[in-house]
């Protein structure tokens, strides 16, 4: 089930909140559990089989981890089962069609399995890693309680495409959280948010985005505004997603980690990626790279353990090379920033370092966004301005229909509009502007679900 | 943003209160409210609540039909679509309704001058127009009766300067060479109608729906005629009725929106009365204007009833017994009024629909001419050309 359906919206949403509210609070997450296995059954019900099994083997793995806790050996084994059951899960769902197809790609003649990706598998695999190591590490007891675990799991609010809540920063929340007032009506608005984020810019810059891609030969211009609608069009897609999961997560009393913070406000690479989908960030610092070694280890492993985590980081986003490619360009220029570049980058002004970051961004979504890697090479061709020409009439037609709609979302995605918000927050005038904003934008949201039943949110396909 | 504060802001308590009328409205709107079975503005049939059945549950297909049923019974549908419209429109928007998410793309429609929707015109990107071509030209070298092969062009080719500013569209005269170029058989002739139906000669196509319009249709019966070896009836042989002020036709259906204007749809009257029969399927019905579609959205389905497989338009008053073979796409429905004053029979076929061998049917009926009337865009968007096969 998708939260930008009027069938959510509508039907989904207030039904589990008012049987949540009703049921005493030993029944709380039984309930939420439930009624998140009716979510992730709504689109493939055969899947939430799979997510039912990981989650049986999980917890299991992590009662003998408990139980073996003195006996290193034995507790080692069974986190290690957690790890490889869920990395196998992962990799038989998400990367046999690569794999196979690769192989042909070298002159086998296998078959291409189809396999139906399980939604959000990607990311529920990696909390239950999460689980099976911090249990391990002794940081968090193992959940006793079947529910209790299921309901980490599977919980609705999350599972989707995130944020990936580590199992040590959910543990008192799953045991023992408060629902407030003050939490509930700020998910509400936080939900609002990110489905005007999705409905009113996100799909009306995918449109840009996708007619330049649908070019054979894009002009400069138009290959600049095809690169920059993507560069937003990623960015409110997803924050937009993350805004209705906390959102959500706060009206069931839940506090979600973040997962943006002004990304394209960045003013080097690294820093990039410390603001850009922040949990999964985390996630490989604490249980990749960390493990490797980290920071603490001579160069020349610095720099094999930096390239592992990014280009792990880059195939997890999706199957297919371009990913990978994409994520060895990012490991590559943070290990140019960690090696030389930070240095030199601190003595330029600061609005340079801003562009050269928010390129280097931008320039990393074409290996992202273009599948066809010989497509994206026309179009880095084009953007320099070789073998394309400046403009033709397309150019301009693109930059006064969707010009507009690409200024919101700059302004929209740095921190200027927020912090003026922020300064306005307490001028009476202004809170009653701010309500009757949000009655329009809902409107306008709700006439944009009709126009456009079908509009997935992009993580919800890795 | 970031900061979550303990404490309850009026303001979030508001909007709370917003989202939950108003999700709790739209739920006990579909619960209870009035359901709907057809969408006149989009032209397609609603989804009813969906029955509740095991099998349905299992394969997920049971949530896909509820999904559907929320948005297509939603309170207020219309209104909030045009809101969107409105949206698009003040966000810069020119154009609505496109797709470029697949090959080959959906156009959508231009938004242009003086109350016009247009359709987008894309190149080609498939050889679906190449082979109705070469389809044609078997037609007309295995028949090899006199042919006359007249593609319309679409409203965008002949309004340019309605379109909006840098607006990009194919040029359907690229088609039109590539037609002269390959139907040039002696019996065959391809009637131009690019100049005739320009704008400097009057609007001729409608502003809400892709077709030409009545006049439009006037003009391309005023050459195809001349073609045929007729004399055209003037202007003033006719009555052009108008049947209806409210009009909002298929283009419409993808800028959906509270502005925009009806057209006006006229119906032509020869002004001797004729003997006129539309038969099909065996049925005979008197007149080829059936006007209880001027009630329906669908108004230009007024001419003909719309598309049907193969139907015959015998003219009783008109005995040169000469028969016709139509092959065509509805453009020709508007046409055909003003064509049946010349023929005895004008049989009519849309190939889209016909399954039938179409060679046979030229022997049995004791067919002596035949012609093609297809808007320029069908030829490139359908492929017919397997109906025109030998064999």
């Known amino acids: 089930m998708s939260f930008n359906s009027l069938a ?80 196998g899960l992962l990799g038989y769902f998400k990367y046999t069609g690569m794999i196979v197809t ?204 930096l390239a592992v985590v990014w280009v792990l980081t880059g195939v997890w986003h999706g199957a297919s090379w371009n990913f990978a490619l994409w994520g060895a360009y990012c490991g590559l220029l943070i290990i140019c920033e960690k090696l030389f570049l930070q240095k030199l980058l601190e003595k330029i002004p600061v609005f340079f370092r801003w562009l050269y970051t928010f390129l280097a961004a931008a320039m990393g979504w074409v290996f992202f966004s273009y599948t066809d890697l010989s497509k994206a090479g026309t179009l880095f061709a084009a953007l320099i301005g070789i073998t394309a020409p400046g403009a033709d009439a397309s150019g301009p037609y693109l930059l006064i229909t969707f010009g507009p709609m690409l200024v919101v979302a700059a302004l929209c995605s740095s921190p200027l509009v927020a912090e003026m918000a922020h300064r306005l927050k307490d001028v009476a005038v202004w809170k009653v502007l701010w309500v009757v904003g949000y009655v329009v934008l809902l409107a306008l949201s709700v006439g944009a679900m009709l126009n456009n039943a079908y509009t997935p949110f992009l993580y919800a396909n890795f | 943003m970031h900061k979550r504060s303990s404490q309850c802001r009026p303001e979030n308590v508001a909007v709370t209160v917003l989202l939950f009328v108003f999700a709790v409205a739209g739920a006990f709107y579909l619960l209870l409210g009035p359901k709907s079975d057809f969408s006149e503005n989009e032209n397609r049939v609603l989804e009813q609540a969906p029955a509740l059945e095991t099998s349905a549950l299992l394969d997920g297909s049971y949530t896909d039909s509820l999904e559907a049923f929320v948005n297509d019974q939603f309170p207020l549908r219309t209104q909030f679509l045009s809101l969107n419209t409105s949206f698009q429109i003040v966000s810069g928007r020119k154009d609505l309704g496109s797709n470029y998410s697949i090959t080959p793309a959906e156009g959508g429609v231009y938004l242009g001058k003086n109350d016009h929707v247009y359709e987008v015109l894309l190149p080609n990107t498939t050889d679906t127009f190449k082979k109705n071509i070469q389809g044609l030209k078997t037609f007309s070298q295995e028949t090899g009766l006199p042919f006359w092969v007249m593609p319309v062009p679409s409203g965008s080719q002949e309004q340019q300067e309605n379109l909006p500013l840098f607006a990009q569209n194919h040029d359907q005269r690229e088609e039109l060479k590539y037609i002269r170029d ?80 009806p057209d006006d749809l006229y119906l032509p009257e020869y002004t001797e009365p004729q003997d006129i029969v539309q038969v099909i399927g065996g049925e005979e019905r008197e007149g080829l204007y059936w006007e209880e579609y001027l009630d329906k959205k669908d108004k230009y389905s007024t001419f003909m009833g719309g598309n049907h497989s193969v139907e015959v338009v015998k003219n009783k008053n008109q005995n040169n017994g000469r028969k016709l073979l139509l092959l065509k796409d509805s453009y020709a429905n508007s046409l055909v009024p003003f064509l049946c004053l010349h023929y005895s029979e004008i049989h009519v076929i849309d190939l889209r629909y016909y399954s039938q061998n179409i060679y046979e049917y030229v022997e049995e009926n004791g067919i002596t001419e035949a012609a093609a009337v297809y808007s320029m865009k069908q030829l490139c968007d359908v492929d017919i050309s397997n109906k025109l096969a030998v064999g």
Request: aromatic share 18%; with cysteine; charged share 15%.
């Open chain 1, 8 to 87: 959510f919206l509508c039907l989904f949403l207030p039904i589990s909140l008012l049987a949540y509210y009703i049921v005493p609070r030993k029944a709380k997450n039984f309930c939420l559990f439930m009624f998140s296995l009716v979510f992730y059954a709504w689109g493939v019900p055969a899947h939430v089989l799979i997510l039912l099994g990981t989650i049986v083997v999980d917890y299991i793995c992590g009662l003998l981890i408990s139980h073996f806790s003195d006996a290193k050996g034995k507790a080692r084994l069974f986190a290690a089962l957690n790890i490889v059951v869920n990395v």
């Open chain 1, 102 to 305: 690769t192989l042909n790609g070298f002159g086998a003649d296998l078959p291409v399995p189809e396999i139906a990706l399980p939604l959000g598998i990607s990311f529920y695999t990696f909390q239950s890693i999460s689980y099976a190591v911090d249990v391990y590490r002794k940081q968090v007891p193992a959940m006793r309680n079947f529910i209790d675990f299921g309901t980490y799991i599977s919980c609705f609010a999350n599972i989707v495409s995130g944020p990936i809540a580590r199992y040590s920063l959910m543990y008192e929340q799953i045991k023992n959280r408060q629902e407030t007032t003050a939490k509930f009506t700020a998910g509400c608005r936080r939900f609002l948010m990110g489905l005007f984020k999705k409905m009113l810019i996100a799909n009306t810059l995918l449109e840009l985005s996708q007619r330049v891609q649908y070019m054979e030969a894009p002009s400069t211009l138009s290959a600049w505004l095809g690169v920059l609608a993507f560069t937003f069009y990623i960015y409110f897609d997803f924050s937009g997603y993350t805004d209705m999961a906390i959102g959500v997560g706060g009206m069931f009393g839940f506090e979600l980690p973040e997962n943006f913070e002004f990304p394209y406000a960045s003013r080097s690479f690294s820093e990039f990626w410390r603001r850009w989908h922040v949990t999964l960030g985390r996630w490989f610092r604490d249980y990749v790279y960390i493990p490797l070694g980290g920071n603490r280890v001579k160069k020349p492993r610095l720099i094999m353990n």
């Open chain 2, 182 to 261: 390959t139907i040039t058989d002696k019996n065959a002739t391809v009637v131009d109608l690019f100049d005739t139906l320009g704008s400097w000669n009057g609007d001729f196509y409608y502003k809400t729906d892709h077709h030409w319009n009545t006049f439009g249709a006037y003009e391309g019966y005023k050459v195809l005629a001349e073609k045929m070896g007729f004399t055209p009836y003037g202007k003033d042989k006719f009555t052009f009725r108008l049947a209806s002020r409210s009009f909002y036709g298929t283009l419409y259906s993808k800028a959906i929106n509270f502005f925009q204007k």
